[in-house]
């Protein structure tokens, strides 16, 4: 399973960004698709998820009501669209895929099975 995430970028605050993370390998029809973030001298913290069984989305607080995620099931491909845009959203953002993600613990890295590069994300003041 290979997932190549991109869309990161530099953008002043307020702005938009959408990130996508395109799987190869790999079906999603059971998993759990996910969005970490980690900035420096920080843990790696979620962000969002989908479950593909159902459709249901689930949001870390800091980000809900801006961003929002959604699939692509034939493109087997997952976004993150990113509104409004704060400065503490800057981090290297992860898309993570994990089979059997128990729905108690999807916020939670190590439930993750592929991960993949990373895609920088600046917001600027």
Do not use: H
């Amino acid at each position: 399973v290979q997932l190549q995430a991109s869309g990161g970028g530099l953008v002043q605050a307020g702005g938009s960004l959408r990130l996508s993370c395109a799987a190869s390998g790999r079906t999603f029809s059971r998993d759990t698709v996910a969005w970490f973030r980690q900035a420096p001298g920080k843990e790696r913290e979620f962000v969002a998820a989908i479950r593909f069984s159902s459709g249901s989305v689930y949001y870390a607080d800091s980000v809900k009501g801006r961003f929002t995620m959604s699939r692509d099931n034939p493109k087997r491909t997952v976004y993150l669209q990113m509104n409004s845009l704060k400065p503490e959203d800057t981090a290297v953002y992860y898309c993570a895929v994990g089979g059997g993600v128990i729905l108690s613990s999807l916020r939670t890295a190590g439930q993750y099975n592929y991960w993949g590069q990373g895609t920088q994300v600046t917001v600027s003041s």
